[in-house]
């Protein structure tokens, strides 16, 4: 049985899901979660209908997981959909499809909106019944079934809005048919047989726009991080009237272009609670190594050890790390800063691991310009007076440390040649050594894909 369930839309496979699908109603391009996806089938058949889709199918069950389809519009994970560990706000649909009896509902709908984006949609598809559908249920496998009614009230305390219940007129035929030719004919009559099953959708709740007055009522103590890049010069820009309640923060990683250090004046001009943190990137960069993309094992301090390789390196967020983001959140901690304005845009990842108006421990994030485009920003910092990297001539990436040989970027290294010839050099010279190295790895990958 290709679908694992008793009842069907239109009694076959292909005008089920073509319904369920127009239940569902993601948005062109949407991350789809298949939550206890069982071989995949439901999302193999909406992939064909709407190949623009993407899906990540869920399933603790090994052997169900391995029959799933594969290939680019599908990402496979092992676990309890309960608690996935994917991040918050990744998917634009979730979907449940006779999946929902095995565990415990509230808990999963509270998953699923912490898995959607604002506006995410939600479908449940399950079968119901009175007490005597229940008891049959709760013999044969060990759990109940759920009202409609229930289901909607756990899905209203996790947030979802715009609730509706459709029980729709379906056939059993496949059902009874593979039950049968399995031995399994009285499943049919005392369980699926006697259950009704329904279809809940929703969409989870926008979440209330966050100000900066709601900010500055709330918090005393409010950072502003600044990078002298072109999204946080817009941030900064757009509350200049508030500056006198916010402290800025830059942190001088000691390797800043001098194009970057006229940003940065400029900004501190229009910042009276300016901070600046100062550290060495240069010193860590001979200590720890170079940053780089590809990390090449070969040069890993064991693979120096074994004689394997010769020249240090570091992948490119821990030395962001190191000489950036920590000595940033050491310093806004002992400050007392209970709130974080960041120029995070929606477009600049997949998924933002923190959402505007979320508060993780004692801080609080808040992104003013979040639902901004590339295009947005660079098209105010022309227009409001704000000064402008020139790296943005050659691009939409900025950086942090003139002589990062991470970050692979080629306007970067454009930018570096017609500006900074010397560090073009000094740069390319780096990424020759860092590709010598990382090829040594390439090539035994491809040698083991060609076996």
């Not at 009842?7 to 319904?19: E, I, K, L, Q, R």
């Not at 949407?30 to 992939?47: E, F, L, P, Q």
């Not at 001098?258 to 001009?269: A, G, K, L, M, S």
């Not at 609670?273 to 990390?295: C, H, M, Q």
Request: with cysteine.
């Amino acid at each position: 049985m290709e679908i694992l369930q008793s009842h069907f839309v239109g009694n076959d496979p292909a005008t089920h899901v073509s319904w369920l699908l127009k239940q569902l109603a993601p948005v062109q391009g949407a991350r789809v979660i298949d939550m206890g996806c069982g071989t995949g089938a439901v999302s193999k058949r909406m992939s064909e209908l709407r190949p623009d889709l993407k899906f990540t199918l869920v399933n603790k069950d090994v052997d169900q997981l391995s029959l799933c389809p594969t290939g680019d519009a599908f990402e496979l994970l092992h676990g309890d959909y309960l608690d996935t560990n994917l991040p918050a706000g990744c998917a634009d649909a979730v979907m449940f499809c006779f999946s929902l009896w095995y565990t415990s509902p509230e808990f999963a709908m509270g998953e699923a909106a912490r898995l959607l984006r604002p506006g995410g949609r939600l479908l449940v598809y399950e079968t119901t019944g009175g007490e005597s559908v229940d008891a049959a249920f709760k013999e044969q496998f060990g759990f109940g079934v759920h009202t409609a009614e229930s289901v909607a009230g756990w899905a209203t305390k996790a947030g979802f809005v715009s609730l509706n219940t459709e029980y729709p007129a379906t056939g059993t035929d496949m059902c009874r048919t593979w039950l049968a030719s399995v031995g399994e004919a009285h499943l049919f009559d005392k369980v699926f047989a006697p259950s009704t099953p329904f279809a809940l959708t929703g969409s989870r709740a926008a979440a209330k726009r966050t100000t900066i007055e709601d900010v500055l009522a709330r918090h005393t103590k409010v950072a502003l991080q600044l990078s002298g890049g072109k999204d946080s010069v817009t941030t900064l820009w757009l509350l200049r009237p508030y500056l006198d309640r916010i402290t800025v923060y830059w942190v001088n990683a000691g390797d800043a272009a001098p194009e970057t250090h006229r940003v940065i004046d400029e900004c501190r001009n229009v910042a009276p609670n300016f901070v600046e943190i100062k550290t060495d990137s240069l010193t860590w960069r001979k200590i720890y190594g170079d940053p780089t993309d590809l990390f090449p094992t070969f040069c890993s301090p064991t693979g120096r050890l074994l004689g394997f390789g010769k020249n240090k390196y570091s992948d490119r967020l821990t030395c962001c790390r190191a000489n950036v983001m920590a000595p940033l959140h050491r310093r806004m901690l002992a400050d007392g800063v209970t709130c974080v304005i960041r120029g995070q845009k929606s477009c600049d990842m997949p998924a933002i691991p923190f959402q505007s108006g979320e508060s993780i421990g004692n801080m609080e994030f808040f992104y003013p310009i979040e639902d901004w485009t590339h295009q947005d920003v660079l098209d105010f910092l022309r227009t409001s007076g704000a000064p402008v990297h020139k790296v943005y001539e050659y691009g939409t990436c900025g950086f942090d440390c003139m002589h990062c040989t991470g970050g692979w970027n080629e306007a970067l290294q454009r930018f570096r040649k017609a500006e900074y010839p010397e560090a073009y050099q000094y740069v390319k010279q780096k990424l020759e050594q860092i590709g010598q190295d990382v090829r040594k790895h390439l090539t035994a990958l491809d040698s083991e894909l060609e076996s």
